[in-house]
DNA sequence: CTTGCACCTCTAGTGACTAGAGCAATTATA
DNA sequence: TATAATTGCTCTAGTCACTAGAGGTGCAAG
């Protein structure tokens, strides 16, 4: 049996986190002690450790939650759960392909800048006029 | 002098875009109509042309504020401007390195599984132990 | 018994918009 | 000139995933 800064400190997500959590449904309401403070079983821990994996991976809650529910059903294809991770390594590669264009453009920029006065700026100058862009973004 | 439409459709930044951005003082209160409505003079063009170039980089709106700002002082060095452009690479480095991580992991994941039951469920079993994991994240 | 930390609820704020309601003004068509 | 269609206006609230803070209560150690 945990209190919620022990299960906190047990799977790194901070306590309002949790508290957040349990508001959304995506933890449900634990018991209570008798001066109202939560009371989690251990199995919990499991369950929000979950969670923040699949944070850091970068799912949004609302596939965390699609997921914990597919994750109940152990019998079931596991079809369902391929589709959203696949959805979510698609998504990946989007962000990765736009930022190293984002990349490649700011380099750019500063490379040229001759780092003299701001008329000359090639920074500012670039950034008002689109077309002085090789890279699409 | 342009309507607000006119000066959406010249700059592809959205109407109610427009708006927030005069809200937070981004843009400067534009002469309006005797009816009301916003009269913009060709120039804001340029500015929210530069505002949004500087978002599609990636820059805050605290960025480019600041940018504004310096933007026009011709005369002053350049130096600021590069500080804030290098300090933006940075941070763009920065998630590429951490997105490349999460591809590595999602795509380990998603190659290991073997596709059946969700019980046996590769995907779902690394979510839930971050010690499954070789990338860090 | 008191000190001090951990916990409680509730509200509001973050960034950068976006959506919608309910109107008014302007422009195009008949 | 009348009407219809489009565009504009303000204001409020919603998005995502939390985070911060106020003002109070519970609980365990010394």
New interface residues.
């Given amino acids: 049996m945990l209190t919620i800064g022990k299960l906190s400190r047990l799977t790194g997500v901070k306590v309002p986190t949790i508290r957040y959590y349990e508001q959304i449904g995506l933890l449900s309401c634990p018991e209570r002690s008798e001066g109202g403070q939560r009371i989690y079983e251990m199995a919990v821990g499991?369950r929000l450790?979950?969670i923040r994996?699949?944070r850091?991976?970068?799912f949004s809650l609302d596939d965390i939650r699609e997921?914990l529910t597919?994750?109940d059903?152990?019998?079931?294809?596991?079809?369902a759960?391929?589709e959203i991770?696949?959805r979510?390594?698609v998504e990946?590669?989007k962000?990765?392909t736009r930022?190293?264009a984002?990349?490649t453009?700011?380099?750019r920029?500063?490379d040229q800048?001759a780092?003299?006065?701001?008329?000359?700026?090639r920074?500012?100058e670039v950034?008002?006029?689109?077309t002085l862009c090789t890279d699409d973004?």
Same sequence: chains 1, 2.
């Fill in positions: 499991q450790s979950f994996h699949a850091e991976l970068g997921l597919l994750s059903e152990p019998d079931q294809s596991c079809a759960v391929d991770a696949k979510q390594l990946i590669e962000r990765i930022l190293t984002l990349k453009e700011m380099r920029m500063l800048c780092c003299q006065t701001v008329s000359t700026c920074v500012i950034l008002g006029d689109h973004h």
